[in-house]
Structure formats: C-alpha cells, structure tokens
C-alpha cells in the first residue's frame, strides 16, 4: 500500500522529510509516512530551560503581533499547507468534505488581536504574564507573581482542525516551549500552522519554540526518552483512558499531566418549549443543531435530551412530537453543519432497529437510511446504550421532575443546553454540585467559547507555572530567629 500523504517533523521552524517510516490510519484504509522521531527525539526538547529566556524578551504586543500575522496568514484559500491538511484529513477523518473545509475557515479569527487578547486576559490575566503582579500579605511581607510557560508536550484530539489551532494559541499566550504529537485522524493541520508560522516570523523566538511532529501513541522508545522532568514539565493530553493511560506511566514529581478526556453532554428543556406550535419549532430548530454539528462528534455534542414534558399522555405526546420536529430540523441542517454520517456505527444501529421493535418502550424516528434518528422514550429513562449515541442518534426522554435528570449528570457530564434562560439559572447551582462543567443555552452546546474554563478547569492557568518572590522586612514580618532569642531569654 502507497502512504497517501507525508506529515513532516517541523522542528522549532526546521522541515523535516528524511527518514519515513510508515503508519496506518485508523480506519485501516490508508497509511502514511512521517519521518522516524526515534532517531531525533533527543533534538525535541531544549537542551536548557534557560533557552527560553528569549520569550521572556518579547512584549505581549510583540505576540499580539506575530500571532495576527500567522491568522491572516491561515486563508484557507490562499494557504497550501492548510489545503493539504485538508487532503489528508479527507482520508484520515470520519468527517464528510464541506464539513471539514468549514473547520479550516474558522481558525483565522482565533489569531485576531481582540481575540487573543481576550482568552489572555480572562484566562491567565496580562498583568501576570507581562511582569511581575504586587501584592501586601496579611502578615506584613510582600509577594511578586508572575506567570512562566512551561516546557510542554501537547496531545491534541483529531475532532477538527480548530483543536490543534487552540493548543498553539495556548502556547504562545503563556509563552511556552511547545511540542505538539499530531493525531493521527487529523495529521497536518498543527503542521500546517507550523509551517505557516516559520514562513511569516522565520526565526523568530515564537516559531523557535515550536515543534510539530507523528510518532504512534505509547511508542516506548520515543516516549521514554522524552517524557522527563529534565526535558518536560507538563503534558496536555486531549483523550480518553485509552488515549492518555500509556502517557500516566511517566507521571511523576516535575511533570505535570493536564487531562482534557472526553466527556458527555445532555439537554434539559422546560414544560415552556410545549407553549405552542411556533415555540415547539424554534426549540426544535435549536436542539437539532446541538445533536447535529460535526455529526455528533464532539464532547459538547447532546446526545440524551430530557423533556420536562411529564409522563403522562399528554405529557408522552408532547415528547413524540417534539422528537418529531427535532428529526425534521436535524435532517435539513446544511451540510456545513451537519450531514447523513460516513462511517455510521452498525452496532449501534442494530439497537436503535432493536429498539424499533419495541413500540411500548421505545418510538423511533428516521433512521432507515442511517441518516441519524430520534428515539423517544415512552417512559422517564434513557436507551440502555445511550453512552454509543453517535451519528446523529438521539434520545428523547420525558420525565416528571429535574430529579429525574440530576441522577444522569456526574463529573462525566460536560455541556449542558437549557430551555428556557430561566430554568438554565434555577438549576445552576444544583447541576454544578452533580459535575456539570458548562450550562448553555439551548442551540449553543457546540459554539464553545475559547476564553472560558474548559472541562471544569481553566487548562491555559494550568499550563503556567506560578512563580512567587517575596521580600520579608524584619520590621514588618517577624522573623523566626527573634521569637527563638525570646523564648531564650523568657
């Protein structure tokens, strides 16, 4: 089997193409060569920390800057790097073409100077990062706090292009020294920013701090060598257990792990949605696209949808009908949103016709021609395999009381859509005590804000070493030494 494409080791701004051996995708239909990072994983990391002092030398405006350069510089239709990401992730990623293009129209504004400035300010704060923050303790001393990057190797998700963008944004905010491991289900978009990078800032301290390259999880020879306090001190791991569990082996005092696993997310809409007609449409419209962006292949996806619709019949039919709309509105999504899915999961299908043939238990809507469907419980529990809810599959399920849905919400439970803003503010303190991370409104589940915490956690505060200096005036702070020549004396 010929590789499909070659994903190069750009290497603090260096291209390199030498030495290819060869990987599968994961679906097994392809492979692809990427040069061999065992033969030069001791050139990953700095020799010295002290190297990147050259970071600390920049003014933020300077990195507003750079990073404005390189967005403008991320024109889809201008940018040959991004288009043969693009080429490559049509092989290597479950999701369909205009789906795929609209992932990689997306990233120029992440790189905005109002946008960068934005995520630097709420997520870290621009006082810290610039210099040193003053502040008066309680007992007298003085402290100084500044925020220092780390040396971090990054294991980005390969569920759109705009993850490997956000992982570099993080990095040159923070003033850190990056390694990036590309996914293999989206192999060249890091590589293509990378490579974007080196050619509007060449040699510049930003581009020297960064390296993109492949090298198959849990290879041991590569990962051995490199994941070191000595070489690193934080990795940032996008993934599940299988994903991260090989990384967890290396975890010890002086390196870090900052784990973004996938989670899961549900709706809640209130007895309002069932006012009238119009009202039933609009929520409809707005659960649909929840379920249906990048056909359900995110984290903040819906997948289970709770109706305060009560279980009565009226309450039931409330539901059937609202699963109906949902299935309507999810089928005539555009295509930059939302498609029929590639690769449909078969054994989930088979419990969705299962479940077809369950009438008292279960309606099904759609589904015959694996376009995605709405399954409606007819009583208050979810489908016994709601955790493979995928390709555009849902559950719709009627309950009497939120009771109902707090006992579904644990620290798994990422992004919650609400209906209406006002049942969204009564639960919010009740749903974060169970592990919800993010409440929403109903439509927004996927439209996720970059400066915000993410996954119950603010990661940009994580990746940043906290660095305190303080001065104690004897005046002020009393010293040890005294109080031992008091009590000597007394």
């Given at each position: 089997m010929s590789a499909a494409y070659t994903v190069p080791l750009v290497l603090r701004g260096e291209l390199i193409t030498d030495d290819l051996v060869s990987f599968g995708t994961r679906s097994g239909a392809a492979e692809f060569e990427a040069p061999d990072i065992y033969r030069i994983v001791d050139r990953l990391p700095l020799s010295s920390p002290a190297q990147m002092a050259d970071l600390y030398e920049l003014s933020f405006d300077e990195i507003l800057d750079v990073l404005q350069a390189l967005g403008d510089?991320?024109?889809?239709?201008?940018?040959?790097?991004?288009?043969?990401?693009?080429?490559?992730?049509?092989?290597?990623?479950?999701?369909?073409?205009?789906?795929?293009?609209?992932s990689y129209r997306v990233l120029q504004p992440l790189f905005s100077r109002p946008n960068v400035l934005e995520v630097a300010d709420s997520e870290v704060g621009l006082d810290y990062l610039n210099g040193w923050v003053p502040r008066r303790l309680a007992d007298g001393r003085e402290v100084r706090v500044r925020a220092f990057g780390a040396r971090a190797v990054h294991i980005p998700a390969g569920n759109g292009g705009l993850v490997s963008a956000v992982t570099v944004l993080r990095s040159v905010i923070t003033r850190s020294d990056a390694i990036i491991k590309a996914p293999s289900n989206d192999p060249l978009t890091a590589v293509a920013i990378a490579r974007t990078l080196a050619e509007v800032a060449p040699g510049h301290p930003i581009t020297?701090?960064?390296?993109?390259?492949?090298?198959?999880?849990?290879?041991?020879?590569?990962?051995?060598?490199?994941?070191?306090?000595?070489?690193?001190?934080?990795?940032?791991?996008?993934?599940?257990?299988?994903?991260?569990?090989?990384?967890?082996?290396?975890?010890?005092?002086?390196?870090?792990?900052?784990?973004?696993?996938?989670?899961?997310?549900?709706?809640?809409?209130?007895?309002?949605?069932?006012?009238?007609?119009e009202t039933m449409r609009e929520v409809a419209r707005a659960a649909a696209v929840d379920i249906g962006v990048a056909n359900q292949e995110g984290c903040a996806n819906a997948r289970v949808i709770y109706v305060l619709s009560g279980t009565d019949e009226a309450g039931i039919g409330n539901a059937n009908r609202l699963g109906e709309m949902i299935y309507e509105e999810l089928t005539?999504?555009?295509?930059?949103?939302?498609?029929?899915?590639?690769?449909?999961?078969?054994?989930?299908?088979?419990?969705?016709?299962?479940?077809?043939?369950?009438?008292?238990?279960?309606?099904?809507?759609?589904?015959?021609?694996?376009?995605?469907?709405?399954?409606?419980?007819?009583?208050?529990?979810?489908?016994?395999?709601?955790?493979?809810?995928?390709?555009?599959?849902?559950?719709?399920?009627?309950?009497?009381?939120?009771?109902?849905?707090?006992?579904?919400?644990?620290?798994?439970?990422?992004?919650?859509?609400?209906?209406?803003?006002?049942?969204?503010?009564?639960?919010?303190?009740?749903?974060?005590?169970?592990?919800?991370?993010?409440?929403?409104?109903?439509?927004?589940?996927?439209?996720?804000?970059?400066?915000?915490?993410?996954?119950?956690?603010?990661?940009?505060?994580?990746?940043?070493?906290?660095?305190?200096?303080?001065?104690?005036?004897?005046?002020?702070?009393?010293?040890?030494?005294?109080?031992?020549?008091a009590s000597r004396e007394a």
């Open positions: 510089a991320l024109a889809f239709d201008a940018n040959p790097h991004l288009q043969q990401a693009y080429e490559a992730a049509l092989v290597a990623n479950v999701l369909p073409a205009r789906m795929l293009e609209n020297r701090h960064l390296s993109v390259g492949y090298w198959k999880g849990g290879d041991v020879e590569v990962e051995e060598a490199l994941y070191r306090p000595e070489h690193i001190e934080k990795i940032v791991a996008w993934g599940g257990l299988a994903s991260v569990k090989h990384v967890t082996r290396y975890i010890q005092p002086g390196l870090e792990l900052i784990s973004l696993d996938p989670k899961r997310s549900a709706t809640i809409i209130g007895p309002e949605a069932f006012g009238d007609d005539t999504l555009p295509e930059f949103i939302s498609t029929a899915p590639r690769f449909p999961n078969r054994d989930l299908l088979e419990y969705v016709e299962s479940s077809r043939l369950t009438e008292d238990f279960y309606r099904v809507i759609g589904g015959r021609n694996r376009e995605g469907a709405i399954i409606v419980s007819q009583f208050d529990s979810q489908v016994d395999y709601s955790s493979m809810l995928s390709g555009r599959v849902a559950n719709v399920v009627p309950v009497d009381s939120i009771d109902k849905v707090t006992e579904a919400v644990n620290s798994y439970t990422q992004t919650i859509g609400i209906y209406p803003e006002s049942l969204k503010r009564r639960l919010r303190d009740t749903l974060g005590l169970f592990g919800a991370q993010r409440l929403t409104s109903l439509g927004y589940a996927c439209s996720v804000p970059i400066a915000a915490p993410q996954d119950g956690i603010e990661p940009i505060r994580r990746m940043c070493k906290w660095i305190v200096e303080e001065s104690c005036d004897p005046d002020a702070v009393t010293p040890l030494w005294r109080l031992a020549a």
